[in-house]
């Protein structure tokens, strides 16, 4: 599987689309009444929209989103139970080109409003998760790619599913028995089901998968159409046993939640509790990106590698995520605070050739997303964001405490995070999220965190180029003006503050040299304001996010992996209320927004933004149980 993929082949009659290739329609009549009756009606949504705390719809063939509009603009109208939520995950292996979705949205002007927030997040045909905020109580989790195949990689509690798919007849990949049993895994209990299709085979799928059925009148000249309702409770969850989060809480609304560290991690995290009807504080002594996210210039660019493997998925679906958050905040505020001037990924070797044309080849990204050229990778999106209006955009209106964290434990009801200069602050949750720092804190001391120091050097005055080169480190054009050149990568101990040198200076013109001859040219380390700061890394180089391992049960559950004992081991427990985002290296610019979702869903019980193995390969024990693993080899050697 690999990022880019085919849009839809559409004809159009009069402005309805029919699919070239399955050649059905997407639907009949202007559509709305269709989708009012099936779904909406089938899966009994007035009534059940009315009493829910939080609700998830599971749609398989998202099209047009005509359904997923209907649906949204029936939330919208009902009176709800304060904080109530409303998740949509919906599942397409063709998406619509974004031109065809604007013109199919024009056969409906009564929903223009709802229609026009869609469109202004309508992700790339890309393969994975998209998660948009459609409203501040409802997200839309779109999983691009082929549906067994994504629903294979999802954990989810669907309560009502719109089964739309084409014709069965014309698309029975859609209906096998294989997409029935993971429509019976990804279902809360009491979940319930509507389509339009009364076909035989969908009949006995939807029984064998633990729904009993009840036939209805169908909209306009269909006859019948099918609702059902599943008996047995879903069984949502086959993730390890070791990253299963047991014993985790999840936060009810309006919950206080602290937050350790003030740079992108914090505020991400401060953005998406605020989005999730939580009350975010927090607590730094030096503030909003006043470390490693405070410099005069950050690049947002993919990371991208010829494979598909999860840490790559991560990094597509990071890099899409963040343009789409800075895009919002920027709307929101009225304010540019990023310079989409692209990004150009210098090759300098035959084989860095050779590795980017098989990533071309690999079509990771939509072919509009990336450009071979003869000096490297071009990518149009990409560009330079302003980190420090970044970050304080991210963090809103979060009441910041600006003094230095002594302690933080846990007691029967929430957490207690202590200063030595002012009282304590009590919580539901706590999150540490303050790189390197963390390790202060026992929740975090077993984790493999490196310090490195970087330094940039900033030229107000300096002509910068009109695009950002990436040539290892990278030079790249501030958003408020002037040029930026860096970073230096110098790993030190814990007891080492940041500081800058001239010498580092001279190594970052230098390496411009190397690139860019006629750039460098024009620099001196004279003119440079250097800053340096501490980045967190991660062996991986995938951040830590998620909640924090209780130790003590980690050491005695899975001592026996060294000896490659295989049992059934328990589920992993957490430490209830204590949770980890740590580890950005130098791209939590990109990789924040995510993370922080992906944390902010678990902590509240929401859908995941994330695929399984992905939600996996960023959490805090792997590398315990790595390392296990790993003494299992060298103990049979
Ligand atoms: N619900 C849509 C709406 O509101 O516009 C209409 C959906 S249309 C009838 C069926 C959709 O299923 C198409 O967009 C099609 O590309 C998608 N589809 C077909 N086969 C699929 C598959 N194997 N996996 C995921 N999506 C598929």
Not at 123 to 144: K, M, N, S, W, Y
Not at 368 to 379: K, T
Request: aromatic content about 8%; glycine content about 10%.
């Amino acid at each position: 599987m690999t990022g880019g993929i085919d849009t839809a082949k559409l004809d159009w009659e009069a402005n309805a689309p029919r699919s070239i290739f399955f050649g059905d329609i997407y639907f009949s009549g202007d559509g709305v009444e269709e989708s009012r009756h099936v779904f909406i009606g089938g899966n009994d949504l007035v009534r059940r929209f009315a009493a829910a705390r939080r609700f998830t719809i599971g749609e398989l063939g998202f099209g047009t989103g005509l359904n997923i509009l209907v649906a949204w603009d029936l939330w919208r109208r009902t009176e709800k139970p304060n904080g109530a939520r409303l998740d949509f995950l919906s599942f397409e292996k063709f998406p619509l080109a974004g031109t065809d979705l604007a013109r199919a949205h024009g056969n409906w002007p009564a929903l223009s409003g709802l229609s026009a927030a869609l469109i202004r997040q309508y992700p790339p045909a890309a393969t994975g998760i998209h998660r948009l905020q459609l409203d501040r109580d409802v997200t839309l989790t779109l999983a691009f790619g082929d549906a067994i195949d994504m629903l294979q990689r999802m954990e989810a509690g669907v309560d009502a599913w719109f089964l739309d798919g084409f014709a069965p007849a014309k698309n029975p990949e859609m209906w096998s028995p294989d997409v029935f049993a993971e429509i019976a895994r990804l279902s809360a209990p009491g979940a319930t089901a509507a389509t339009f299709t009364v076909a035989g085979a969908v009949r006995r799928a939807l029984g064998a998968a633990g729904f009993e059925i009840e036939k209805r009148s169908g909209y306009g000249r269909k006859r019948e159409m099918l609702t059902a309702r599943r008996k047995q409770a879903g069984s949502t969850s086959k993730p390890a046993p070791w990253f299963a989060n047991e014993n985790l809480t999840t936060l009810p609304p309006g919950a206080p939640v602290a937050i350790i560290g003030g740079g992108v991690a914090g505020a991400s995290l401060a953005h998406e509790l605020w989005n999730a009807g939580l009350a975010p504080i927090i607590i730094d002594p030096d503030g909003i990106a006043a470390g490693a996210s405070g410099n005069p210039a950050g690049l947002i660019m993919p990371r991208i590698d010829a494979g598909d493997d999860a840490a790559a998925r991560f990094s597509r679906a990071a890099y899409f995520h963040a343009l789409r958050t800075i895009a919002a905040l920027e709307a929101q505020s009225g304010e540019r605070i990023f310079n989409p001037c692209g990004v150009l990924l210098h090759a300098s070797s035959a084989d860095e050739r050779e590795r980017q044309a098989k990533i071309v080849a690999a079509r990771q990204l939509p072919e509009d997303w990336i450009e071979a050229r003869a000096d490297g990778l071009f990518f149009p999106q990409a560009g330079v964001v302003d980190p420090v209006r970044y970050c304080q955009l991210l963090a809103g209106d979060a009441p910041l405490i600006a003094h230095k964290t002594l302690s933080v434990s846990t007691a029967a009801d929430g957490v207690l995070v202590t200063f030595q200069d002012r009282g304590p602050v009590r919580a539901d949750a706590v999150i540490l999220a303050n790189g390197a720092d963390t390790l202060r804190f026992a929740a975090a001391r077993t984790l493999p965190l490196t310090r490195v120091m970087g330094q940039i050097d900033f030229f107000p005055e300096a002509a910068p180029p009109a695009i950002a080169h990436v040539f290892g480190p990278y030079a790249a054009p501030a958003p408020a003006g002037g040029l930026v050149i860096g970073a230096t990568y110098e790993p030190v101990g814990q007891a080492v503050a940041p500081y800058t040198t001239i010498a580092a200076s001279a190594e970052n013109i230098r390496a411009v040299s190397s690139a860019l001859e006629d750039l460098a040219a024009t620099l001196s380390s004279d003119a440079a304001r250097p800053r340096a700061s501490i980045r967190c890394q991660t062996p991986d180089r995938l951040p830590v996010a998620g909640p924090a391992p209780d130790w003590n049960f980690f050491g005695d559950a899975y001592d026996d992996l060294r000896f490659g004992v295989k049992r059934d081991y328990p589920r992993g427990c957490v430490v209830p209320g204590v949770h980890l985002l740590t580890g950005l290296g130098s791209r939590g610019l990109v990789t924040a927004p995510l993370a922080a979702a992906a944390m902010v869903a678990e902590m509240t019980g929401a859908l995941s933004p994330l695929e399984r193995e992905i939600a996996e390969a960023l959490h805090p024990a792997r590398f315990f149980i790595r390392d296990l693993r790993r003494a299992k080899r060298i103990l049979s050697k």
